[in-house]
């Protein structure tokens, strides 16, 4: 399988990553945050900066919950497998949730 991308995708891409570039750099004094804040805090006035902090930490929430939760479920996964993983290899109790046959646990062929 050939992995490398034909000249008229790489042209594309090579004028496309710079374009992407300069207008993340050239916008970025157009995204200071919310008029309101942004107001509030050219005045000086503490309450209106402890606002805008408490947005900050609950915006820094919601961004890291999604990751937190994907993160935990996957290590949870991760561990049952594991341990069913080592509990078939020693021989010891059959995998949570899975019954062993019929004629294994009466000791028939």
């Not at 992995?3 to 200071?32: F, K, M, Y």
């Not at 497998?81 to 046959?101: C, D, F, K, N, V």
């Not at 004629?103 to 028939?108: N, V």
Request: some cysteine; hydrophobic content about 45%; glycine content about 10%.
């Amino acid at each position: 399988m050939n992995t490398h991308l034909n000249p008229v995708a790489r042209r594309i891409l090579r004028g496309l990553l710079p374009a992407c570039v300069a207008l993340a750099v050239l916008s970025a004094a157009e995204a200071l945050g919310c008029p309101t804040c942004k107001d509030s805090l050219a005045d000086g006035d503490d309450t209106a900066a402890n606002l805008a902090r408490g947005y900050f930490y609950s915006i820094l929430l919601m961004l890291g919950m999604p990751f937190t939760l994907a993160s935990s479920f996957g290590l949870y996964m991760w561990r049952e497998l594991r341990r069913a993983r080592h509990q078939a290899e020693s021989g010891g109790a059959s995998a949570p949730g899975i019954r062993p046959p019929d004629h294994a646990r009466d000791g028939l062929p």
